[in-house]
Every structure is written in structure tokens, then in C-alpha cells.
């Protein structure tokens, strides 16, 4: 059983930064992939980025790269998501999600076995 619990979602304005943090509870974090999805109202879930277990490989969403940037710290057992030139399509809940099947980061959320409670964010114009 993995537990996930997101923060550091909150209002900001466009153009401005927000940092995402994912605690998670296991024994063997390092093992995991782990990802970044959000689901604006009425949309289906999206990918956002993910990360491999070593940290070692990073994917991105196009319409991320370039602003927001994964990243871990396995001693923490936390994941991260800095969000940079926010802009209002950006404006979703924000979800962690855990891979525990494999340490390989994915893109699809079909292979994540766990989810945090998801935070909000709202990007102002």
C-alpha cells in the first residue's frame, strides 16, 4: 500500500511559478515511477511529466516542456513538479501518481497503481 499526498497547489497569476510537492509513504520509493497528471473541469486527465526511479529519465507533456520541471528526492520519498510561466490552460487538479510495478517512468496513466488526493491550481490572467 502507497500513500500520496500532494501540496503547494494554490492561485497564481500568469507568468508566475508554483511548486507541487508529492509525499510519498514506501519502503521502496526508489522503485517507483512516478508522474504528474491533471484533469481540468469536464476534460479527461493528462499527462503532465514523469520520472524513473533513479531520477535518470524525465518526460514531458509539449505543452509543459520548456516551464514545468520533474523532479526527485529519494531520500525524502518526495516528488516534485516546478511550474514556471504559468499560463490559464494550465489551471487543473494536480495528481501524483505511483508506479510500482516498474521503476520506468511512463506517460500513461493506465500504469499507475496509486494516486494522491490531487491539489488544486488556478492560474488568474
Known amino acids: 500500500q502507497v500513500q500520496l499526498l500532494e501540496s503547494g497547489g494554490g492561485l497564481a497569476q500568469a507568468g508566475g511559478s508554483l511548486r507541487l510537492s508529492c509525499a510519498a509513504s514506501?519502503?521502496?520509493?526508489?522503485?517507483?515511477?512516478m508522474g504528474w497528471f491533471r484533469q481540468a473541469p469536464g476534460k479527461d486527465r493528462e499527462f503532465v511529466a514523469a520520472?524513473?526511479?533513479?531520477?535518470?529519465?524525465?518526460y514531458y507533456a509539449d505543452s509543459v516542456k520548456g516551464r514545468f520541471t520533474i523532479s526527485r528526492d529519494n531520500a525524502k520519498n518526495m516528488v516534485y513538479l516546478q511550474m514556471n510561466s504559468l499560463k490559464p490552460e494550465d489551471t487543473a487538479v494536480y495528481y501524483c501518481?505511483?508506479?510500482?510495478?516498474?521503476?520506468?517512468?511512463?506517460?500513461?496513466?493506465?500504469?499507475?497503481?496509486?494516486w494522491g488526493q490531487g491539489t488544486q491550481v488556478t492560474v488568474s490572467s
Open positions: 520520472i524513473s526511479g533513479s531520477g535518470g529519465t524525465t
Open positions: 514506501a519502503r521502496t520509493f526508489s522503485g517507483y515511477g
Open positions: 501518481g505511483a508506479r510500482t510495478a516498474r521503476s520506468s517512468a511512463s506517460t500513461w496513466s493506465g500504469e499507475y497503481d496509486y
